[in-house]
């Protein structure tokens, strides 16, 4: 990858694709795009005026456009798309509220844990239609885009086999030169990247850098966690002790519930799984198709349709986002001391132990904030979501418990 200051240059800016001799890799986050494109539904709806046909041919032309165009933070190019996706399966009563899971579900309740992504509402019915209509997409005759499910397994699993398989291919193999670029705004995949196995995470939301790679994941972690990783897996076992409220897991949950970059070690795939991926990998077959491409855009734009895709980023808002990163960059790197152990570190604990008085007071206020928006989102909670509040108590009663811990081992540290 060409060498660039990641403080003041956008990877997206800079990121060469190479379709010669052998075609990108795309993998394509399913539940992310039908969400991406479920944001246009209310002007599509708008513009059908009633005419069910019409809608259809709108949402089919916003997943022939979207598809076919590629990450949109990069000029558009040849590529070859796999389509992961979730595909629940019948679970244990109590393992989900409705009977439905994925294997999260079925450990986490032989484990005692509360219900995997407890608290999830319904998706509505915009949702499943859009849905619906990328699926006969997908699979028409004339799609090129190669899909893949598999039974109690999620999108994350299937992106962690892919990123697991690109790895150990030998570097002068043609899966090993290939570049791979990871579609989804599912933060969880950023544990899969990799500058050396040309693993690189695109973001289909707008926020910055849109492309991440290596040193763009350590720095979002700095910026937003105020942890020193030292390489993109790091951020699983960091969720172990932060938790993932989105998906009810409490801190303290098992590895195995986060981590995409290794295998389980019950729940894995067949030989003919990854026989199937494989043969996907090997192709150097174009996926994309212009002609979709081009034609939807004139269907969408003589209906009056914005286009689904995000504008380039303009000099202002990257000035900007340059500006605030590296402001947040310097408190994170260099904590202020505050909040209730800063006496303490200041002035009760030996000098030998300062440096480790520092870092638990830090993990300590960041902790505070934690319980601090968790406490609002859950006066957010609707009156009547029991599993709204359950889950985000539950979060608040274990970031309490972490502040209580990390109380008795600054208080230990007085005197050496």
């Not at 590629?70 to 996706?85: E, K, N, T």
């Not at 695109?202 to 937003?224: F, H, Q, S, V």
């Not at 009056?304 to 000035?319: I, V």
Request: with cysteine; glycine share 6%; proline share 3%.
């Amino acid at each position: 990858m060409k060498k660039y200051d990641y403080k003041s240059e956008l990877l997206e800016d800079l990121f060469e694709v190479e379709t010669s001799p052998l075609l990108p890799i795309v993998v394509i986050d399913w539940k992310v795009a039908v969400h991406f494109i479920n944001g246009f539904y209310e002007i599509a709806e708008s513009i059908a005026e009633g005419d069910d046909k019409l809608l259809r041919d709108i949402i089919k032309a916003l997943w022939a456009y979207r598809l076919n165009r590629g990450p949109d933070m990069l000029p558009q190019f040849d590529f070859v798309a796999i389509v992961a996706d979730d595909l629940k399966g019948s679970v244990d009563e109590g393992a989900s509220a409705d009977g439905k899971g994925y294997w999260r579900h079925i450990e986490a309740h032989r484990a005692g844990m509360q219900e995997y992504k407890i608290g999830r509402g319904l998706k509505p019915d915009s949702f499943m239609l859009v849905q619906e209509i990328g699926y006969e997409y997908l699979r028409s005759k004339k799609s090129s885009f190669h899909y893949f499910s598999k039974e109690f397994f999620e999108a994350d699993d299937i992106a962690g086999e892919i990123a697991r398989m690109k790895r150990s291919a030998s570097k002068r193999s043609n899966l090993g030169r290939r570049q791979m670029l990871l579609s989804t705004v599912d933060g969880d995949w950023q544990g899969l990247v990799s500058n050396e196995h040309k693993i690189t995470w695109c973001n289909t939301g707008p926020w910055l850098p849109r492309m991440r790679g290596d040193a763009e994941i350590l720095d979002y972690y700095l910026r937003k966690e105020g942890l020193n990783i030292k390489d993109a897996r790091e951020t699983y076992t960091v969720k172990v002790e932060v938790g993932d409220i989105g998906d009810g897991l409490l801190p303290g949950s098992p590895l195995r519930f986060f981590d995409l970059y290794e295998k389980d070690e019950t729940w894995q795939f067949s030989e003919q799984d990854t026989s199937c991926l494989s043969k996907i990998l090997r192709s150097n077959s174009r996926s994309n198709r212009p002609d979709h491409f081009e034609s939807a855009k004139k269907f969408l734009l003589s209906k009056g349709m914005y286009l689904p895709e995000l504008s380039p980023t303009n000099d202002y808002d990257k000035q900007l986002f340059f500006k605030k990163a590296n402001r947040i960059r310097k408190e994170r790197s260099f904590p202020v001391l505050k909040g209730r152990s800063k006496k303490l570190c200041l002035d009760e604990v030996p000098e030998e132990q300062f440096e480790k008085c520092k870092e638990l007071a830090n993990r300590d206020e960041i902790t505070r904030e934690a319980i601090k928006y968790s406490e609002r989102d859950l006066a957010d909670c609707k009156e009547d979501d029991k599993l709204c509040k359950k889950a985000l108590r539950s979060a608040i009663k274990a970031y309490k418990n972490i502040r209580k811990e990390i109380k008795e081992t600054l208080e230990s540290l007085i005197g050496g």
